[in-house]
């Protein structure tokens, strides 16, 4: 055992409150895990849509000096021609 944790120990006056102080450490464990996981899918996220914008830019000529409603009109106008060319 470590020696913060023989100090605990030593200083706990009773069974139950070394009971409550582990019981607190595994939740507090437990949300930093989550916490690890909900930043991982954030940053995950935020690379695909990254990518994903910048091959959609690619494909759009001028995109770069598009504002964003003239960005979704062509993307928009993009697919549908894909889409009929794809139904034929």
Do not use: W
């Amino acid at each position: 055992m470590s020696r913060t944790a023989d100090f605990i120990e030593k200083n706990m006056s009773t069974e139950a409150e070394l009971f409550k102080l582990r019981e607190e450490q595994a939740k507090h464990r437990r949300q930093l895990a989550e916490n690890r996981e909900k930043t991982k899918q954030r940053k995950l996220r935020t690379r695909r849509l990254i990518t994903h914008g910048a091959i959609a830019e690619s494909m759009i000529p001028g995109a770069e000096d598009m504002n964003d409603e003239m960005f979704t009109q062509a993307l928009e106008e993009a697919l549908s021609v894909y889409s009929e060319c794809r139904a034929k």
